[in-house]
């Protein structure tokens, strides 16, 4: 069975671009999770899909935005890429219910230029 | 959210059981105690979770106060292996708005 993956594993980018990353979760699962951790702290919610919906979102400018297809794999897109992007970027999966756990996976590890 | 304090950093030897303490003095009656790790440039772990009764799996036990103010994560053997950063996050049962708000966690290192 696998877990959540993630792609790219590394990714470069110099500012000004844009960039996206992909999430497919882990089988069975129905809801995607997207947090920001930049170096040395702990990981940031960025927002949540559910039904190819947006749930839920933190304090992230619209520069970053998502999608998340019928398959429930998802996308995040992060538009006028600055310096301060940099970080480690986690995908979770988890099934919507009650008391329900997420699962993270390795992360996509992005550097701006 | 309830907001959680953790220790900013613990060491504990190989072989001998780590209990690392989380203080969660806000916290609802619906909302759960969930601990994840995070070792070096991966992404998190799931360990465990409770809401009220104390839990137990393969990787380790949650001892949960009665007032569950606080809590407890015991690593029962520690190896050189656990050594990471573990996160006590407190969030809502419902499944709505289940967001993980992360600390700063406690930083564990398991010296041979």
């Known amino acids: 069975d696998a877990g959540v993956t993630q792609s790219p594993t590394h990714l470069i980018k110099t500012r000004g671009q844009q960039v996206t990353l992909r999430c497919s979760p882990k089988?069975?699962?129905?809801?995607v999770s997207w947090y920001q951790q930049a170096l040395g702290q702990g990981p940031q919610f960025i927002f949540q899909y559910y039904e190819e919906e947006e749930r839920q979102r933190g304090n992230f400018p619209d520069r970053f935005s998502g999608h998340q297809f019928p398959n429930y794999s998802s996308e995040l897109n992060v538009n006028a890429l600055l310096l301060g992007d940099s970080a480690l970027y986690l995908c979770a999966s988890s099934l919507l219910q009650e008391g329900d756990t997420q699962y993270f996976g390795p992360g996509t590890r992005l550097t701006v230029l | 959210d309830a907001k959680t304090t953790q220790p900013p950093s613990m060491d504990c030897a190989e072989g001998r059981a780590a209990n690392l303490p989380c203080n969660h003095s806000t916290i609802s009656g619906n909302e759960y105690v969930y601990w994840y790790r995070q070792i070096h440039s991966q992404g998190p772990q799931y360990i465990i979770h409770?809401?009220?009764n104390n839990e137990t799996n393969e990787m380790a036990s949650l001892i949960i106060t009665e007032d569950r103010k606080s809590s407890t994560l015991i690593l029962p053997h520690a190896t050189l292996r656990d050594t990471a950063v573990y996160y006590c996050?407190?969030?809502?049962?419902?499944?709505?708005?289940?967001?993980?708000?992360f600390g700063g966690g406690t930083r564990v290192l398991v010296k041979p």
């Open positions: 089988s069975g699962h129905d809801t």
């Open positions: 409770g809401l009220k």
């Open positions: 996050i407190v969030r809502p049962s419902k499944a709505a708005g289940n967001k993980l708000t």
